[in-house]
């Protein structure tokens, strides 16, 4: 199970690293794909009460085709918590570029 999680957060950094890379510019892009990486990585129980996994894309999918609706209201939280996530590494890694003197020069 651990081969399939890392897979699929490989997966989901390289898809939100192709959408930074899609727009010219870096903010939009850079919060495009915390967006695209916060709604792939965010990760919660199948159902209340279950103790099994599922990323938050599937869980959506299958609530609206399939399955008996558990309220999208329980999903909010951990998509949020991963946006604000990604948006906190991505402010230290700035901040520590700036820091360190990683600037582009203007030559």
């Known amino acids: 199970m651990l081969i ?11 898809i939100s690293f192709s959408f930074y890379k899609l727009f010219s510019s870096r903010v ?10 916060g709604l792939l990585s965010g990760i919660w129980f ?3 009460g279950s103790r ?3 990323p938050i894309v599937s869980i959506l999918f299958l609530e609206n085709t399939i399955i008996e609706s558990n309220g999208y209201l329980r999903l909010f939280r951990p998509f949020l918590i991963s946006i604000l996530l ?13 820091s360190l003197g990683f600037r582009k020069r203007k030559d």
């Open 52 to 54: 099994e996994f599922a």
């Open 4 to 14: 399939f999680w890392t897979f699929y957060y490989l997966i989901s950094f390289l």
């Open 46 to 48: 199948i159902e209340p």
């Open 28 to 37: 939009v892009g850079l919060l495009i794909a915390v967006f695209i990486f």
């Open 86 to 98: 990604g948006l906190f590494f991505v402010i230290i890694i700035i901040l520590l570029k700036m």
